[in-house]
């Protein structure tokens, strides 16, 4: 019999450490975005914490918010709430669709949504030392596409130099050698032409910029830049999502803008998540998370010069 009572005992410690577990990894029933003014979060445990952008809420939390303050939540069924001034607000378990959408899509948009907000948890100086000593000092730099995916089969080539007089050669190569190049000067972007076969899906391009000046001894090299093309399938996928996200209607410039970036960047199209990054701020400029968020992106695609723009912008405000 005490062997019998020791391993219900054991069965039962380790269901409550498989339940706090899954409690632990379950996706939040709501998130906290675009927080202005004194808001705090009350939790079903009786703890507060301050509210902060992309704060993750359970079923049971309570919103409050003091005078002139105003928090937006976004729910995992699609739906959006305000929070008005000296207001309080009890969160719900998620619900099921609201009726009329499609909830796979949905809950793909408040998935990557989680996702791309734990890029506003950078490591702060480190992150900043790190850039410092891999930034960039040459004259040329590619900009984009760099580390991303694109649409279509005909991508557009950006890149910054001191002196946009100097004449280079762009080259571009796939997994056989040198696709296509190109001689270019006083611009600082160019076309893959159309005229020429599309670039492909599931094949890993590069591309280079060097000087053709025969007086400029040694020539200038950059580093390769690399991408890749989306899928048919893909797009179709993607332009769902993103039209369930407009479906959504998020209740402000800045959230809406924030769930069109998570959106691209689920499916690898860091370029374009930068562009949405660049529209949230201008909605929401003195938003710290959002540009903690940019300058993550602009890391990962190696614009380290851009990076650490936006991290001395958020040193000078604290």
Partial sequence: MKAILSSFVMIAAIGATIA????????????????????TVRRTDGTTAPGAYGLSLRAGDEI???????????????????????????????????????????????????????????????????LRSGAATDDIRLEAPCRTAVRGGHPRFRWSAADPSTELRLKLYDESGLRWQADV????????????????????????????????????RTPAGFFEVLSAAEERSLDTLLATAEAQRAPSESARRIVRASALFSYRLLDDAVAEMRLAIEADPDNAALRTILARLYAETGRTVEALQEYNRLLERR
């Fill in 185 to 220: 000067a006083g611009t600082s972007a160019a076309e893959y032409p159309a005229g020429e076969p599309p670039l492909e899906p599931g094949t890993i391009y590069s591309w280079t910029l060097e000087t053709t000046d025969p007086l400029r001894v040694p020539p200038v």
């Fill in 64 to 130: 409050r918010t003091g005078p002139g303050a105003e928090a937006e939540i976004h729910f995992q069924n699609g739906t959006w709430i305000t929070v008005g001034a000296s207001s309080s607000l009890v969160v719900r378990a998620a619900g099921g669709p609201v009726p009329g959408r499609a909830a796979p899509a949905e809950g793909e948009t408040f998935a990557s949504v989680q996702s791309f907000l734990t890029l506003k948890d950078a490591e702060g100086v480190s992150t900043l030392a790190a």
């Fill in 20 to 39: 706090v577990s899954q409690a632990r990894t379950q996706p939040p029933d709501a998130l906290l975005l675009s927080c202005t003014g004194e808001v």
